[in-house]
């Protein structure tokens, strides 16, 4: 009798026939406490899409609201890697750079840059304001056409000069809406050297465009939305007369008068660095 009563007494805190209660509550008052539920949530949705929706009238289209970057942008290289190691005898050594180099370089082509993009005055700002509240977008862009690299362009010498034992590399300033990388008219230029124990084996260097600069003229940057057209302006480096055969770490840092010089804590703000060697040994 007595394991017949606890089996009926657990059996009534799941289903009471009796009361009509499950697990001690009546159907009524479980809906009564879903119900709460129901309207709690739905208003905590709401209110998390009024939050959404005030925070997104206060953010701009086509750049940040608030910008919290570096004061020194970061530079990359082309093709990209900390080692690139060639030798002039071997074409599989350095063939995937010049795949990697005519793919980054084709968007840059005379005739895709004379129909996408303006002829502008070099040397100053290409400045394109606002009127008001009226947004002057899309914004134009200032054609970078390929054969300012001259050497390095790939037109006159398919192999960038890879097969010579003379390589290009390709070098770009990150994007950073709105900066303006220069003052006084004085262009911002990339200037390339090795580092401390190979300073006697990097040679003589060429620069394209003359002197290594970024033209004021694609400055500012307004952003991918406004501006989707732009192009971002290159340095070539060309290495001449490189100590063959032998590891040489090689520094390429940015100078401005306007950009200060970047963190020796941050590898990539202002200056990039790379190992290369040119192997001439079969």
């Known amino acids: ?33 879903l119900l709460f539920y129901l309207v ?19 953010l701009d289209d086509h750049k940040p609201t608030w910008q919290d970057r570096l004061s020194t942008p970061g530079m990359m290289i082309r093709p990209r890697g900390d080692t690139m190691e060639i030798n002039t005898h071997n074409t599989e050594s350095w063939d995937m750079y010049i795949k990697t180099l005519d793919n980054f370089l084709s968007s840059y082509n005379n005739s895709l840059q004379a129909e996408k993009n303006d002829k ?12 008001g509240d009226v947004k002057n977008n899309p ?28 390589p290009c590399i390709i070098i770009k300033l990150n994007r950073v809406i709105g900066m303006l990388p220069g003052k006084d008219g004085k262009a911002p230029f990339v ?24 033209n004021l003229m694609y400055y500012p940057y307004y952003g991918k939305k406004a501006q989707v057209n732009y192009s971002q ?7 001449l007369n490189i100590t063959l055969n032998e ?25 990039v660095s790379f190992k290369l060697r040119i192997n001439t040994k079969q």
């Open 1 to 33: 009798m007595a394991k017949d009563a606890e089996k009926s007494t657990w059996k009534d805190t799941i289903w009471n026939p009796s009361t009509r209660e499950f697990c001690g509550r009546t159907a009524s008052s479980w809906g009564l406490i």
């Open 120 to 131: 502008c005055p070099p040397d100053q700002y290409f400045i394109q304001a606002d009127s």
């Open 40 to 58: 709690f949530y739905i208003f905590l949705a709401g209110m998390f899409c009024l939050t959404m929706y005030v925070m997104l009238q206060t």
């Open 247 to 271: 590891d040489i770490n090689i520094e390429c840092r940015i100078i401005s008068n306007n950009i200060p010089p970047g963190s020796e804590r941050d590898k990539f703000a202002g200056k």
């Open 233 to 239: 302006p290159l340095v070539a480096i060309k290495f």
């Open 139 to 166: 914004k134009r862009s200032c054609q970078f056409n390929r054969s300012l690299l001259q050497e390095c362009s790939g037109l006159d010498d398919h192999t960038y000069g890879y097969q010579a034992g003379k």
């Open 191 to 214: 200037t390339c050297g090795a580092k401390k124990e190979d300073s006697d084996k990097i040679g003589e260097v060429a620069y394209y465009p003359e002197n290594g600069a970024f």
